[in-house]
T-cell receptor, first 110, second 113 residues
């Protein structure tokens, strides 16, 4: 079983709609969680950290469910510019290393 | 402030050839990382350097060597390239104590024929 698993998609989303997707992780000792965004043929960039209480950044909301070992990302009022691959990233107990999921591709269409 | 830079951007090698991928960061970060990314897969850690003078293996170190030349530079060497090493290589850096965010370079697209 992969340490971090994501639905690869693509999620085809009409502009203005809401889309949500999850990521599961296998190591219950994982301490920190992130969503990175990667545009086609570009480097990953941090979108947001995921806190235990859940957090929101504009149109983006991230949630953590430790009991079921998953994190989620919700995008409201999708824009064409939200089209990208979203990488779920987990920092383990070792501290120094991040483990990346395979990514969920989102395509926002007019 | 360029962040993380990588050279070259593209490279084609024949099987058995060697090459070094260069990475430099100007953010005074202590930790640096090398990843590879293959289609449909997440980034996989090849090697990392927690601080100047130290290097450690990641998930997929076979066929690679690294050198932490100084605080700024971390190079990745392929001694005898194989087609299985065709991939996109990303270098990243991070400052421990300032959160876990890693900053990535633009990547090197390597093809081994």
């Amino acid at each position: 079983r992969k340490e971090v698993e994501q639905d690869p998609g693509p999620f085809n989303v009409p502009e203005g709609a809401t889309v949500a997707f999850n990521c599961t992780y296998s190591n219950s000792a994982s301490q920190s969680f992130f969503w990175y965004r990667q545009d086609c043929r570009k480097e990953p960039k941090l979108l947001m950290s995921v806190y235990s209480s859940g957090n929101e950044d504009g149109r983006f909301t991230a949630q953590l469910n430790r009991a079921s070992q998953y994190i989620s990302l919700l995008i409201r009022d999708s824009k064409l510019s939200d089209s990208a691959t979203y990488l779920c990233v987990v920092n383990g107990a070792a501290g120094n290393k991040l483990t990346f999921g395979g990514g969920t591709r989102v395509l926002v269409k007019p | 402030n360029a962040g993380v830079t990588q050279t070259p951007k593209f490279q084609v090698l024949k099987t058995g050839q060697s090459m070094t991928l260069q990475c430099a960061q100007d953010m005074n970060h202590n930790s640096m990382y090398w990843y590879r990314q293959d289609p449909g897969m997440g980034l996989r850690l090849i090697y990392y350097s927690a601080s100047e003078g130290t290097t450690d293996k990641g998930e997929v170190p076979n066929g690679y060597n690294v050198s932490r030349l100084n605080k700024r530079e971390f190079s990745l060497r392929l001694e005898s390239a194989a087609p299985s090493q065709t991939s996109v290589y990303f270098c990243a850096s991070r400052e421990p104590g300032q959160g876990y965010e890693q900053y990535f370079g633009p990547g090197t697209r390597l093809t081994v024929t």
